[in-house]
């Protein structure tokens, strides 16, 4: 089966993506997160921040990605110019907004099914301490679509479709 994403001794396949973000994109919804929402994603490049910004487009939320190391000032300087309702990450730290890891957002639902259609209105809105040294969000002016790819093929997964 084809393999969507894989970092050090984890593989997902496309269909196998699509499952666990659903649930991971129900977890969110639970802890608040709503269409339009920034999601603030502190993960290292890894399975699970694919999984987190698959899940956050899945509700039409916008990936709000930032350093996993980023200083917790910083951090909290970030989260407060977005007014995300959570932060994602894997390391517990004190923060303004509740911090919620990956597995607790995918423990939250045993539920793979497909959810609502949805589009975000920015497929991703990174920072930059920019020349003043305050926090600024680089929104992007592109809705969070995929051209050219037919729904259904999210729906039932790359692995499902035959050539």
């Known amino acids: 089966m084809p393999c969507a994403v894989s970092c050090e001794d984890v593989a997902l396949t496309w269909s196998q993506l699509h499952r666990r973000s659903n649930r991971m994109a129900r977890g969110m919804a639970a802890n ?13 490049n890894s399975v699970a921040f694919i999984e987190a910004c698959y899940a956050a487009w899945k509700l039409g939320a916008v ?13 909290n300087a970030i989260v407060e110019l977005a007014e995300t309702p959570i ?4 390391v517990p730290f004190a923060c303004a907004k509740p911090v919620v890891s990956s597995a607790a957002l995918l423990d939250a639902s045993k539920d793979e099914s497909d959810l609502p259609d949805a589009v975000s209105p920015s497929w991703k809105a990174p920072t930059s301490g920019g020349s003043t040294g305050r926090p600024k969000l680089i929104v992007s002016g592109t809705a969070g679509l995929v051209d050219g790819v037919s729904p259904a093929f999210w729906r039932i997964g790359a692995d499902d479709v035959v050539a």
């Open 32 to 44: 608040g997160v709503r269409h339009g929402d920034f999601v603030t994603i502190a993960l290292p």
């Open 63 to 75: 990936p709000q990605p930032v350093s996993s190391r980023l200083p917790l000032a910083e951090l």
């Open 87 to 90: 932060v994602v990450s894997n």
